[in-house]
């Protein structure tokens, strides 16, 4: 296979921290530039607005439940064709390309069809209202029509980086993302005689962006020339490997769920304070959404050095290379958000001039930033699960992050409530602390160092090394 082995890391000898730097800077820089998308949306809306920009921040946790649900389908993929080419069976790789293309796009053409009929209730839990409500349908129905494309360049971007190269894709990002950096200003503000669509020209430029990199991608998938292949004739359903497929993606797949869902209730108890809050906080997403960037692609490379180490039976090595990625990201992130913590408005004027939304994206960044690297931590440590085939763990913790503590913390710290307990004996008063939107913060940098104290004490117990040792072991005589 040309180029294939020249790809390839070996994380089982050698020094851990040049490796895990060779394997991880593609994943991070395809990662940082499809961000790229999503940060040049947000700086040419916000010169359209306040609500313009509370509007794109709406939608961006919908937007995101969606490209959860396209990895937890290709997660499947990767280990099955990663598996097939390891064993030198290319063919039965191929095979894989096609049903994981065929159910990823059927289910992407299933959500993109529910989804554009049900926007109109989607908004209203959202919290949209008046002008907000009007611009984010003007965005979401462009969003849903880009969604089967969007799937199709996660089956690509999976299907390669099962088969060993993680760098053709990062290529194909780096093109899609600049069509998207060129298109946005024309399209948003209009340029000569392109018309100035404000929001939906965004979600246009965004569209076309998708498109272009779908196609790419089946061409090259078609043409075969990076050592794994599309086939027409794969087309056709094989209901055992779409049940595998399944089967070993499902628990990403919630996971991702449980992550956009929450992002989608914490988007709407934003929104309960209005769109200078809604607009801060869409802003700073977009800046923390650099670190998570990072830090998934960081996780991903300690995956695959975990899951080398395993089948190596070196247990010990795989849980170094855990705490040296671990350890390499988070000292990456206390530097940015330092950065963050010292000079939050120019970061936030960056994106938009409203003084109003500058001073709230001001204590947004100055109450997330000394925490910033404990969200980047936890995403690796569950990369070290995930490795070690320990899904269901990762997905826990996920859980727990955010719908046992941050949405919890949220509705505590925020809110003004009262509510009394009475069991036996005196009655308990309980009630919310009514520090307003910036409990919500708060709620936010709580729920990354308390899950990332879980995500470690469970790692260090190192269950997940016998678990997968006896599953080797177990499997071994049948092979």
């Given amino acids: 296979m040309p180029g294939r082995n020249d790809s390839r890391i070996d994380m089982t000898t050698g020094a851990i921290t040049p490796k895990l730097v060779s394997l991880a800077w593609p994943l991070v820089a395809g990662n940082l530039l499809q961000t790229a998308y999503n940060l040049a949306d947000m700086f040419w809306v916000g010169r359209v607005g306040r609500n313009a920009v509370a509007a794109v921040t709406l939608m961006f946790p919908t937007a995101w439940l969606f490209v959860s649900l396209a990895m937890g389908l290709t997660a499947g993929a990767v280990a099955l064709v990663s598996q097939h080419v390891g064993a030198g069976d290319d063919r039965a790789a191929d095979a894989v390309v096609g049903q994981v293309t065929l159910l990823t796009v059927g289910v992407g053409l299933v959500l993109a069809t529910v989804g554009y009929i049900g926007r109109h209730p989607l908004l209203v839990f959202l919290g949209a209202e008046g002008v907000v409500y009007r611009l984010a349908l003007d965005y979401i129905e462009v969003l849903f029509v880009s969604i089967p494309f969007t799937f199709l360049f996660f089956v690509f971007r999976a299907v390669l980086r099962g088969a060993g190269d993680t760098r053709t894709a990062m290529w194909l990002v780096?093109?899609?993302?600049?069509?998207?950096?060129?298109?946005?200003?024309?399209?948003?503000?209009?340029?000569?005689?392109?018309?100035?669509?404000?929001?939906?020209?965004?979600?246009?430029?965004?569209?076309?962006?998708?498109?272009?990199?779908?196609?790419?991608?089946?061409?090259?998938?078609?043409?075969?020339?990076?050592?794994?292949?599309?086939?027409?004739?794969?087309?056709r359903p094989d209901v055992p490997v779409l049940k595998k497929l399944v089967s070993i993606g499902y628990p990403a797949t919630l996971d991702g769920a449980a992550r956009s869902f929450a992002a989608v209730a914490m988007a709407a108890l934003v929104a309960r304070f209005g769109p200078v809050?809604?607009?801060?906080?869409?802003?700073?997403?977009?800046?923390?959404?650099?670190?998570?960037?990072?830090s998934g692609a960081v996780g991903q490379a300690a995956a695959t050095g975990v899951g080398?180490?395993?089948?190596?039976?070196?247990?010990?090595?795989?849980?170094?290379?855990?705490?040296?990625?671990?350890?390499?990201?988070?000292?990456?992130?206390?530097?940015?958000?330092?950065?963050?913590f010292a000079f939050p408005a120019?970061?936030?004027?960056?994106?938009?001039?409203?003084?109003?939304?500058?001073?709230?994206?001001?204590?947004?960044?100055?109450?997330?930033?000394?925490?910033?690297?404990?969200?980047?931590?936890?995403?690796?440590v569950?990369?070290?699960?995930?490795?070690?085939?320990?899904?269901?763990?990762?997905?826990?913790?996920?859980?727990?992050s955010r719908w046992v503590l941050r949405i919890p913390a949220a509705g505590l710290f925020a809110y003004q409530w009262s509510w009394t307990l009475s069991l036996v004996g005196p009655s308990v008063a309980l009630g919310g602390l009514s520090w307003g939107v910036d409990g919500l913060w708060w709620a936010w940098s709580f729920s990354a160092v308390a899950s990332f104290v879980v995500?470690?004490?469970?790692?260090?117990?190192?269950?997940?090394?016998?678990?997968?040792i006896d599953d080797e072991k177990r499997s071994t005589p049948g092979d």
């Fill in 277 to 294: 809050a809604t607009a801060a906080y869409g802003v700073g997403l977009r800046l923390m959404s650099v670190s998570w960037t990072v």
């Fill in 174 to 235: 780096v093109l899609s993302a600049g069509l998207n950096v060129v298109l946005d200003p024309l399209f948003i503000l209009g340029v000569g005689t392109f018309p100035a669509w404000g929001v939906r020209g965004a979600a246009v430029a965004t569209l076309i962006s998708r498109i272009f990199a779908a196609a790419v991608g089946v061409v090259l998938l078609l043409r075969g020339d990076w050592g794994i292949r599309l086939r027409v004739e794969d087309l």
């Fill in 346 to 380: 120019p970061l936030i004027r960056a994106f938009i001039a409203d003084p109003a939304v500058v001073a709230e994206g001001v204590d947004f960044l100055r109450i997330i930033g000394p925490f910033l690297a404990f969200f980047g931590g936890l995403m690796v």
């Fill in 308 to 340: 080398q180490n395993l089948g190596a039976e070196t247990p010990d090595r795989a849980a170094r290379v855990t705490w040296t990625a671990t350890a390499g990201t988070m000292g990456v992130l206390f530097l940015a958000g330092g950065i963050m």
């Fill in 455 to 468: 995500g470690v004490l469970w790692f260090s117990l190192g269950r997940w090394q016998e678990g997968v």
């Fill in 382 to 400: 569950q990369g070290g699960f995930r490795g070690a085939g320990d899904t269901r763990v990762a997905m826990a913790l996920s859980v727990l």
